[in-house]
């Protein structure tokens, strides 16, 4: 129903920027929320941040003010602009896409993952 490409992933120095990108195709009128997940090696997956189709944003404690999260709807794209990383924020990033096909429905839907490392 909802296909997520992730891209902008990559490798850059404590204190570097980043921003990802995920697109989203198919029957995208049911996506009701997006957002990026994260997982370091050996630990679970954890929320990095969201975005609802009316705006509304949540982030982790760990990336507030750093990693702004922003959406454009005619694009059907999330962005995340990372500021300020650490080697802790090492981690494959998942972007993620909660689709309602009815109201009483909900499913996750998840993209491939795009590796981030900060390492000097």
């Known amino acids: 129903q909802v296909q997520l490409v992730e891209s902008g992933g990559g490798s850059v120095q404590p204190g570097g920027s980043l921003r990802l990108s995920c697109v989203a195709s198919?029957?995208?009128?049911?996506?009701?929320?997006m957002g990026w997940y994260r997982q370091a090696p050996g630990k679970e997956r954890e929320l990095v941040a969201t975005?609802?189709?009316?705006?509304?944003?949540n982030y982790a404690d760990s990336v507030k003010g750093r990693f702004p999260i922003s959406r454009d709807s005619a694009k059907n794209t999330i962005y995340l602009q990372m500021n300020s990383l650490k080697p802790e924020d090492t981690a494959v990033y998942y972007c993620?896409?909660?689709?309602?096909?009815?109201?009483?429905?909900?499913?996750?839907?998840w993209g491939q993952g795009t590796l981030v490392t900060v390492s000097s």
């Open positions: 993620n896409a909660r689709v309602r096909p009815s109201i009483e429905a909900s499913l996750e839907v």
């Open positions: 198919g029957r995208t009128y049911l996506i009701d929320r």
């Open positions: 975005v609802t189709s009316g705006g509304s944003t």
